[in-house]
């Protein structure tokens, strides 16, 4: 890890991260370990033992595994921490070769930590500065989420894997059972033959993440044709159900839980973050009466998309079998819902310029055919501008 960006760093923030920064220490990382912390990752040398001057606050420890190089130097699965860091902090974790992961329990030793703390400057050669040219990206990514909303989504183990753990729902002690299970050792007629025959699995107890969970039905029970048509046109019903359940006297904590999603799948490399980031947006954008009544919400919503998909090609939400994008669909809702009777003029304004953006930078046309699901490319005048 290079110490270049201290040179970079303007020298009063230097000063104030190398008094005030917080300090992960961390031991016995194997060299080629592929590790990083926010947005930003690099391969551990010989001397690494950790990070210095990191900014107090919210942060996101990743790192895989890695063969040597005499064994092929492959890299292993992502594992990621949430960490929630304050001035002067010292947080210690070994490596444990066994389970080829970070062991943290270490930093429940005080006297560890104190002796580490009276030989931090021995230690600080070996110590990277935080990468500080990613802050801006990763403030920009995590503003609306707090060490309470991260903390009630991590998993109860406090570890983020890129591949659940999973054990089989039914657990065979006996040979009885297991024989009365179907047979895997002749050949399927299909597909679906082949999965049935699996043993059916879920997650570990304690690992995995604890998103808010969106009603399958998005229409209270009892409701008539009418009121289930209407519901499906517009999720309000389903949106409001979900904030009333999670975040009833902070709702702007749901794009905190949006944000936690996005960052677990674009650094985590957790695709389940980003199916449930997907669910997000499309009950946000598909709500018409939570837009006029959540004001706040919604603009809260702009910001944060505007971030998010600065971070992924523009071509990613296309699906490469039907060719309809996920996001031209949902955001075309989002924008005929904000131009619609009711919604705050602040509010509609700032809808119709990320449209205008978005329409620049990925030259999608929201105002096509809403039946046709296709992404149209448009092309925009040569003096059309976003000021």
């Given at each position: 890890?290079?110490?270049?960006?201290?040179?970079?760093?303007?020298?009063?923030?230097?000063?104030?991260?190398?008094?005030?920064?917080?300090?992960?220490?961390?031991?016995?990382?194997?060299?080629?370990?592929?590790?990083?912390?926010?947005?930003?990752?690099?391969?551990?040398?010989?001397?690494?033992?950790?990070?210095?001057m990191i900014?107090?606050?919210?942060?996101?420890?990743?790192?895989?595994?890695?063969?040597?190089?005499?064994?092929?130097?492959?890299?292993?699965?992502?594992?990621?921490?949430?960490?929630?860091?304050?001035?002067?902090?010292?947080?210690?974790?070994?490596?444990?070769?066994?389970?080829?992961?970070?062991?943290?329990s270490v930093?429940?030793?005080?006297?560890?930590?104190?002796?580490?703390?009276?030989?931090?400057?021995?230690?600080?050669?070996?110590?990277?500065?935080?990468?500080?040219?990613?802050?801006?990206?990763?403030?920009?990514?995590?503003?609306?989420?707090?060490?309470?909303?991260?903390?009630?989504?991590?998993?109860?183990?406090?570890?983020?894997?890129?591949?659940?753990?999973?054990?089989?729902?039914?657990?065979?002690?006996?040979?009885?059972?297991?024989?009365?299970?179907?047979?895997?050792?002749?050949?399927c007629?299909?597909?679906?033959?082949?999965?049935?025959?699996?043993?059916?699995?879920?997650?570990?107890?304690?690992?995995?993440?604890?998103?808010?969970v969106?009603?399958?039905?998005?229409?209270?029970?009892?409701?008539?044709?009418?009121?289930?048509?209407?519901?499906?046109?517009?999720?309000?019903?389903?949106?409001?159900?979900?904030?009333?359940?999670?975040?009833?006297?902070?709702?702007?904590?749901?794009?905190?839980?949006?944000?936690?999603?996005?960052?677990?799948?674009?650094?985590?490399?957790?695709y389940?973050?980003?199916?449930?980031?997907?669910?997000l947006?499309s009950?946000?954008?598909?709500?018409?009466?939570?837009?006029?009544?959540?004001?706040?919400?919604y603009?809260?919503?702009?910001?944060?998309?505007?971030?998010?998909?600065?971070?992924?090609?523009?071509?990613?939400f296309v699906?490469?079998?039907?060719?309809?994008?996920?996001?031209?669909?949902?955001?075309?809702?989002?924008?005929?819902?904000?131009?619609?009777?009711?919604?705050d003029?602040?509010?509609?304004?700032?809808?119709?310029?990320?449209?205008?953006?978005?329409?620049?930078?990925f030259?999608?046309?929201?105002?096509?055919?809403?039946?046709?699901c296709?992404?149209?490319?448009?092309?925009?005048?040569?003096?059309?501008?976003?000021?």
């Amino acid at each position: 890890m290079a110490n270049s960006n201290i040179v970079d760093m303007d020298p009063d923030v230097a000063r104030r991260l190398f008094v005030e920064g917080a300090t992960l220490v961390l031991l016995d990382v194997p060299q080629g370990t592929e590790l990083g912390i926010d947005c930003k990752s690099w391969q551990v040398g010989p001397r690494f033992k950790g990070v210095k001057m990191i900014p107090p606050g919210l942060h996101f420890l990743h790192y895989c595994s890695a063969n040597s190089t005499s064994c092929g130097g492959e890299i292993g699965p992502k594992t990621g921490h949430f960490l929630t860091l304050k001035p002067k902090d010292i947080l210690l974790a070994k490596w444990d070769p066994k389970e080829e992961d970070l062991d943290f329990s270490v930093s429940q030793d005080e006297k560890e930590v104190s002796r580490i703390r009276a030989n931090l400057q021995d230690l600080d050669p070996h110590l990277g500065p935080y990468p500080y040219e990613v802050i801006r990206k990763w403030v920009s990514l995590t503003d609306r989420l707090s060490e309470e909303v991260a903390k009630n989504l991590q998993p109860l183990s406090g570890q983020i894997c890129a591949f659940s753990d999973v054990i089989p729902e039914l657990q065979l002690t006996h040979t009885k059972d297991r024989a009365e299970q179907p047979r895997n050792d002749t050949a399927c007629q299909s597909m679906k033959e082949g999965l049935d025959k699996l043993p059916r699995m879920k997650p570990r107890e304690g690992t995995e993440l604890r998103f808010s969970v969106i009603p399958e039905k998005k229409y209270p029970a009892g409701a008539t044709p009418a009121q289930i048509t209407q519901c499906s046109l517009d999720q309000s019903y389903a949106l409001e159900t979900v904030l009333e359940k999670n975040y009833k006297l902070q709702p702007l904590n749901l794009l905190g839980e949006m944000q936690f999603a996005f960052v677990c799948f674009l650094i985590g490399n957790v695709y389940e973050g980003f199916e449930h980031w997907k669910s997000l947006l499309s009950l946000l954008c598909r709500s018409e009466e939570a837009m006029r009544k959540h004001k706040e919400l919604y603009l809260g919503l702009i910001a944060v998309l505007y971030h998010q998909l600065g971070e992924i090609p523009p071509d990613f939400f296309v699906d490469i079998v039907s060719q309809s994008n996920f996001l031209t669909s949902t955001l075309q809702d989002l924008f005929q819902f904000a131009s619609g009777p009711g919604v705050d003029g602040t509010l509609r304004k700032r809808a119709e310029k990320f449209k205008a953006h978005l329409t620049k930078k990925f030259r999608w046309d929201f105002d096509a055919d809403l039946d046709d699901c296709a992404p149209v490319v448009v092309e925009l005048p040569e003096d059309v501008t976003m000021e």
